[in-house]
């Protein structure tokens, strides 16, 4: 999941209707000012069953886990089982970028991994979703009615990479259809 304005309250929204047992990992890229994300995982794991936690550099993937990128690092995967944080440099003036997070879920996982980017000014996440894209994975994007800032969403569905856009009231169900019914990660 990738988020930028707006993200936070989007976050907690799809978040806390998660499962407690939700059989999969959600990585979390989240644009925010330095020295914020500590509190916004804090705040998202009081709020939802599933646990919420800063990512940590080379920890085992755990399902019923959301892993939420900390402060100037992308977040990815190794392989399919271990956190990856890595001080490249910046993507499109963002570290953590949505593109990193989400070319590595497809090359990890491929068919099996659904991105979805959230609320958001700019075009971060687009790049990742193309290779996402050209990995069979499936594609969720929160609708503009919903979104505080359509950016990130928008220049996602105008690039035709999106297979659902969604009100953000939808976004946890889908997932949690996609995830019981074709056992995705």
């Not at 907690?12 to 914020?36: R, T």
């Not at 879920?105 to 050209?134: E, K, N, W």
């Not at 979104?147 to 009100?167: H, Q, R, Y």
């Amino acid at each position: 999941i990738a988020a930028s304005t707006g993200g936070p309250a989007a976050l907690q929204q799809v978040l806390s209707e998660l499962p407690g047992d939700f059989p999969a990992a959600v990585l979390v890229v989240q644009h925010i000012a330095s020295g914020f994300v500590d509190g916004l995982a804090t705040w998202l794991n009081a709020l939802c069953s599933v646990k919420v936690k800063l990512a940590t550099h080379g920890e085992a993937i755990q399902p019923h886990a959301v892993y939420v990128a900390p402060d100037g690092h992308h977040l990815g995967v190794d392989g399919r089982s271990r956190i990856l944080l890595s001080l490249a440099d910046p993507i499109g003036g963002f570290r953590p970028s949505a593109s990193f997070l989400f070319e590595s879920v497809a090359r990890a996982f491929g068919p099996s991994s659904m991105h979805v980017i959230l609320t958001g000014m700019g075009q971060d996440g687009v790049a990742g979703l193309r290779a996402a894209r050209a990995a069979g994975a499936k594609i969720l994007a929160q609708d503009e009615a919903s979104s505080v800032v359509f950016g990130m969403p928008g220049a996602a569905v105008a690039a035709g990479l999106v297979d659902s856009v969604v009100p953000l009231a939808a976004v946890a169900r889908e997932i949690l259809a996609a995830t019981t019914k074709e056992g995705n990660a």
